[in-house]
């Protein structure tokens, strides 16, 4: 059985050629990622329900956009509170998933967390790959894997996410950010 080199915590930006609709100019956030599979939220797929609508115990509680996220293609029926919480020490409700970023007890009382906070988004569903699938993914050229940054989580402008994430980079990904939405228009 070949090794898995944990990517926990790292971005999945995909390139232009990713062909499947779910993950056009997506930015999917890890939050596991071993021998037995992968799972992350995509940062960059706001709705138009308002997190009060449906977590009316959260609202107010997660950053600008105040809406909920769909976090990828799977259990869209389900939420999942990411959160950054400076520190090294995290409050009750709150797991560590890498650096300052962590997921939520959504069952928890916010006010456990509400003081901590340094972000909060709320996703609906989630994205997941079986054993294999990701690293099949990765080696068929779908994804640039780059570090993640805690403002990613919860950034102020979703939709230039895609874009911001490759302009950071300090290689010749900076160029893909340049990439037309439209290519066939160039």
Do not use: C
């Amino acid at each position: 059985m070949t090794e898995v080199s944990s990517l926990t915590g790292r971005l999945l930006v995909a390139t232009p050629a990713l062909a499947d609709p779910n993950f056009d100019r997506a930015v999917v956030l890890l939050l596991d990622h071993d021998e037995e599979g992968s799972l992350g939220v995509i940062l960059n797929r706001p709705t138009p329900v308002e997190v009060g609508d449906i977590l009316q115990a959260w609202a107010g509680l997660s950053g600008t956009p105040d809406v909920v996220f769909q976090g990828g293609p799977v259990s869209l029926d389900s939420a999942l509170g990411v959160a950054v919480i400076p520190g090294d020490e995290g409050p009750l409700g709150w797991r560590r998933v890498h650096g300052a970023i962590g997921l939520v007890d959504l069952e928890a009382p916010p006010q456990l967390l509400s003081a901590a906070l340094g972000s909060l988004r709320i996703f609906a569903g989630y994205a997941g790959w079986g054993p294999g699938q990701l690293e099949t993914e990765l080696a068929e050229g779908a994804w640039f894997v780059v570090d993640s940054e805690p403002g990613d989580v919860a950034s102020p402008q979703p939709e230039k996410l895609w874009r911001a994430v490759l302009r950071r980079q300090r290689s010749e990904l900076a160029m893909v950010a340049t990439y037309p939405d439209d290519p066939s228009l160039n």
